[in-house]
């Protein structure tokens, strides 16, 4: 027997055989897939996919579309207000129940309970809540404000906000547990230090424990802004779209596009560039975090 | 002596659970003073209370003169320092030290006084533009030193300071806070469950055991003459050999043994019949050269022997008792072998087995 160093190719052979199958998916569906709608996207395909060469024909039409830039516009108001009042609200309702409050499961489960509904009930249950005829507003009305109006899904201008509210109601108890999560991880000693050095809760929250929870938003901003791109079932129960395209996105455009214009193309161009938003935002902030020194904190 | 924290009938409950019970203490001014115990005992439960960061159910507590039972944390004039350091990790050591004083709107020109003073009494000047993250677990504890010690307290409070640290490291830090307390002549409170910690700092140490203070007396007399068994059991290492038996005459007689108790101080200096439980420390045994000092003599045979460089600990039994003995580090011994061993009365402890305190 001789004694070479066995080959570094079947070290941990068991592990990576069970790799193989995710290896292989992440490959050919993933990459693959995301590398096939590319080059279609530059492609005259309709119904089917045909490799009849036009350039950038898809994207000019695609960026001369209104149904497009309303999508796109939609997108960026939900999307930032969405991000930044689930935060806050999931942070909210998380440091309060971090106060040691009785019932505190309960109320836990009942906020987060939204999140294990689906979009498409979500969608359906906030319809009816903003219908003037038998939701908010006509209870409004039946207790006497007569003139009270709100039904923000029939008036196009801030449809997008109704269907803001119907997310923000999903999506913050996810956010509040994650958060809840984070603040139990830190040490209550650095609680009891900023008590003594008589520093009030609220500037103990902003500057001390919020800062230590880094890791926590991290993962809880990726979650939440990947919920806000790829937002598409919620649109799709509460408004379809409407009124008129007032509520589109891009994800129910692309929808529409590849399954029902029989439009493939247009549909690949707009992933694309869903793709290209979403490669922007990520590949600086990969950069920031993962990239160069370690850093020692 | 004047006091500088006094605590009058302290009662704490959470629920049903009485975890401190009409407890009183008198803390002097300059005094350092040690609550050791087992976890569990009350005593981190009672420094909070003294803190502020839990509040009383019954009872008073005074710092200074003032009552201070249900004034806020930073309005009490003390500072703390925790075992796990508490300190804020992002901001760098300066920011850890003057957060607290920026928060209190207090001048920058006194602000940076008062840090470089913190700075300069615990050698952390070139720390200051670090992150705790980038120093180690002793310095990190020196600055949360600093941060009770920018407060200008008069009253300084330990939670288990040092219980995080290594050994080495533990040693060192110890004789610094010595130092410190000398230097600066605080009141200081600390809290641990490191008996070599409690013996070589403190002025006075409170063994608590659920909930209350068993004996609060200098180290040297809680070592000498502990006020009951728990005390005694609690404080040495090796703990104190225990061999129960009886009074007789003046002779303490157990199976095997008679040792007569002339030159012990007995509670009421009236001497007691009937059962009891004699205390001796592994070193007050003598053995070789001390054997001269020694009243009563006994050969004692060895079953094992620990060497620890300065000392040796033999496990021996004498008749059929079981106790182990602390020789010099020097001995040569075998287990099987048998040594001549003697008593000091004056220096062993005798309790009563009905009620476990000191006669």
New interface residues.
Partial sequence: MSADRPNQLFRNMNAKVAAIPMIVTALFVFVGGTAWTIVYSFTKSGLLPRMKWVGLDQYERLWGTKRWLIAIENLAIYGLCMLVLVFVIGFILAALIDQKIRFENTIRTVILYPYAMSFVVTGLVWQWILNPEFGIQNIVRGIGWESFTFDPLYTPEIAIFGVLIAGLWQGSGLVMVLMLAGLRGI?H??W?????????AW?TYI??VI??MRPVFITTLVLVVTGIVKVFDLIVAQTGGGPGIATEVPAKYVYDMMFRNNNLGQGFAASTMMLVTVALIVIPWAILEFGGKRS?? | MESSISIRDLDLRFGSVEVLQGLNLDIGVGEFLVLLGSSGCGKSTLL?CI???LDVSDGQIHIGGKNVTWA????RG???V?????????MTVEGNLS??LK??KMSKAEISQRVARAAEILQIEPLLKR?P??LSGGQRQRV?IG??LV?DAEVFLF?EPLSNLDAKLRADLRVEIKKLHSRLGNTMVYVTHDQVEAMTLADRIAIMKGGQIMQLASPNEIYNRPKNLYVAEFIGSPSMNFIHGELKGGDFVADGLSIPMTGYEFADSSEKEGKAIIGLRPEHIATGDNLASAVSRTKAKVSLVEPMGSDTIIYASVGSHPIHIRMDGQATVKPGDEVEIGFQPARANLFDPSTENRL
């Fill in positions: 040490d000693e650095v009891k230090a900023a008590r003594i050095d008589g520093i009030p500037k500057f001390i800062p230590m020692n904190d | 909070n803190a502020g960061l806020e944390p930073s309005e003390i500072g703390m925790f075992q796990s350091y508490a300190l804020y990790p992002q957060f607290g928060n209190a992150k993250a980038a949360a941060r009770a407060r939670d």
